[in-house]
């Protein structure tokens, strides 16, 4: 695992954009394609800002796909995944992605669902999987303790209470009761099936979750800790969120 601790947040941001732009920019050159992860949250907004920015990508050549989204909230909700990825991604890249697969939250059929994008993401590997660190240290919605077995590419989890209060704090939902007690994630393999992963994860309260994922055991206990066993995994970090590391 490389660490890169920005100057702030923006430094921090511009930095791990640059890493996948690079790896973007190379799948595009070796293989006419790049097939990406990106993340959603209140921590990815400048990172998602200085990626649609990032020189020389032909973003017709890319196809993407978010990690999570909740069971049954509407696209039009505040706190819509895939609202957010066509807000802040898919609505500001300069040129039209080839395509972008979304989670349906609103699914009917949950199990269908799954299996729809399981075929979608297993047509070709990963390029570069762009993700965050939850406060409770998950990774997409796989919450402690998360499943690091399952083979399939998504699947229905529940949501514990510090994921839910931290949707509150972050003011997508007014009280833990508004927010969803379960939602659609990408499971930990599949993440961890990318060919490269860039997590980018600001702000003093991830520092402890941080901590955990960059110098504690590896445990799904604290899922985001399983990256430590990623050949190729880069942890952009600001100030805050690093200021509890030891080494």
């Known amino acids: 695992m490389k660490i890169y601790i920005g100057k702030d947040k ?14 973007i920019r190379k799948a595009i050159a070796e293989k006419g394609e790049a097939r990406i992860i990106v993340a959603t949250g209140a921590s990815q ?11 020389g990508i032909d973003w017709t050549k890319v196809t993407g796909f978010h990690l999570d989204e909740y069971v049954g909230i509407p696209v039009t909700h505040k706190a819509s995944f895939r609202g957010y990825m066509r807000e802040r991604f898919v609505a500001q890249t300069p040129q039209p992605l080839k395509v972008f697969n979304e989670v349906n939250g609103e699914a009917e059929d949950q199990e269908a669902e799954v299996t729809r994008l399981e075929n979608l993401i297993r047509e070709s590997p990963i390029d570069v999987a762009c993700v ?12 402690p303790p998360a499943d690091f077995d399952t083979n399939r590419a998504y699947k229905v989890v529940p949501l514990d209470d510090k994921c839910r209060m931290q949707q509150v704090g972050e003011g997508w939902f007014p009280t833990k009761d508004d927010v969803p007690t379960h939602a659609f994630s990408m499971s930990i393999k599949q993440i961890m099936w990318s060919k490269a992963i860039v997590c980018t994860c600001p702000d003093a309260r991830k520092a402890e ?17 399983i990256m430590q066993m ?15 590391l030891q080494k």
């Open 209 to 225: 979750a941080v901590k955990g994922a960059i110098e504690g055991p590896v445990t799904n206990m604290l899922p985001s800790s």
């Open 10 to 23: 923006l430094d921090m941001a511009a930095a791990a954009a640059k890493s996948a732009g690079d790896k």
């Open 230 to 244: 990623h050949p190729d995994c880069g942890m952009f970090l600001d100030p805050e969120s690093a200021s509890l």
């Open 132 to 143: 965050g660190i939850g406060e409770n240290g998950h990774l997409a919605f796989n919450d």
């Open 45 to 55: 907004f400048e990172f998602l800002q200085a990626l649609v920015k990032e020189p």
